[in-house]
């Protein structure tokens, strides 16, 4: 019999400005940028269901009504496909949809962290483990990276979260496990340092945007204590549980794409490109053209 409570609820932070992409995010959401033909939010929300999650929490911002819209249905779309005959379309399109009731919304007035956009969500997440999903942070994997996660929850409890090593000189741009103990795969940590200098990081192992987390968190966020950049921080109110819930680092298998930075966003349209059948020969050929006609460029 597992000791721990399943994870039927996962949250969702959009709220943000996406000022790294504008003009592109002045009238759309960044979570709706799409890699190859979904938007990031999608990629977000299929790996979370495809991990048993039941119930998907959105804490949004204003402008940001095109993401509740992708997620609802679209009659006039529907029956034009219907009535064109586009039958896969249609069925691929209500495959993803989620069901009624199993989507929730609330707003996060003003952005204030990580840790202010999670604790918004309190009230829609009770009192069970959850997860927290960043549409910005796109990983591809055999296995999806949250399922990884699941598992070692269902074995560990607490707090769990999705690491990867980074360069040293890289350490500043990420919260920073400082480790007890680490067998390759799995780290016991013993806190998390957020943005630490490159000689002041406990480790490289690095936390992206993937955490399972127990409920406590929310007595600790709701102390508003401000962190790095005057921010209420998600990693300080994890490092204050250590202690009394276990807290876990998975190095997860697949490779993680920055798609909030515009050189990781390129990478993963390539990347994803190139692991789709019906795309991935014209991609390498134009890549290939490409390449071969900088390399005469620049003799």
């Not at 997860?131 to 269902?154: G, H, I, K």
């Not at 409890?157 to 000189?169: H, K, S, T, Y």
């Not at 400082?178 to 936390?207: C, F, H, Q, W, Y």
Request: charged share 25%; net charge negative.
């Amino acid at each position: 019999m597992s000791i721990t409570k399943p994870v039927r609820k996962a949250v969702f932070p959009v709220g943000g400005l996406g000022t790294r992409f504008l003009p592109a995010t002045k009238a759309m959401p960044k979570e709706m940028l799409p890699v190859v033909d979904k938007p990031l939010i999608q990629y977000a929300v299929e790996e979370a269901r495809a991990a048993g999650i039941e119930e998907l929490i959105f804490v949004t911002g204003r402008n940001k009504t095109a993401i509740e819209d992708h997620f609802d249905q679209s009659f006039e779309l529907e029956w034009t496909l219907q009535e064109r005959g586009k039958r896969e379309e249609l069925a691929q399109l209500r495959r993803w949809l989620p069901k009624a009731g199993n989507v929730s919304y609330t707003r996060q007035q003003e952005p204030m962290g990580l840790g202010h956009a999670v604790w918004c969500a309190r009230h829609l997440v009770g009192n069970e483990p959850f997860a927290v999903l960043l549409a910005d942070d796109l990983v591809l994997a055999d296995r999806p990276c949250l399922s990884q996660m699941v598992e070692v929850y269902e074995q560990k409890g607490g707090n769990v979260v999705a690491a990867m090593d980074v360069p040293a000189e890289n350490t500043a741009r990420y919260g920073i496990i400082d480790i007890a103990d680490d067998d390759g795969r799995l780290v016991t940590a013993r806190g998390m340092v957020e943005k630490p200098k490159s000689g002041d990081a406990p480790s490289r192992t690095a936390v992206i945007g993937r955490y399972i987390l127990q409920p406590e968190i929310f007595e600790h966020l709701g102390r508003h204590e401000r962190g790095s950049g005057g921010e209420i921080q998600l990693t300080d109110a994890i490092r204050a549980m250590v202690g009394n819930t276990p807290f876990h680092a998975l190095r997860f298998e697949g490779e993680r794409f920055d798609c909030g930075d515009k050189a990781g966003f390129i990478h993963a349209n390539i990347a994803f490109s190139l692991a789709r059948v019906d795309l991935r020969d014209q991609v390498k050929d134009f890549l290939a053209e490409r390449l071969s006609a900088y390399r005469d460029a620049a003799q």
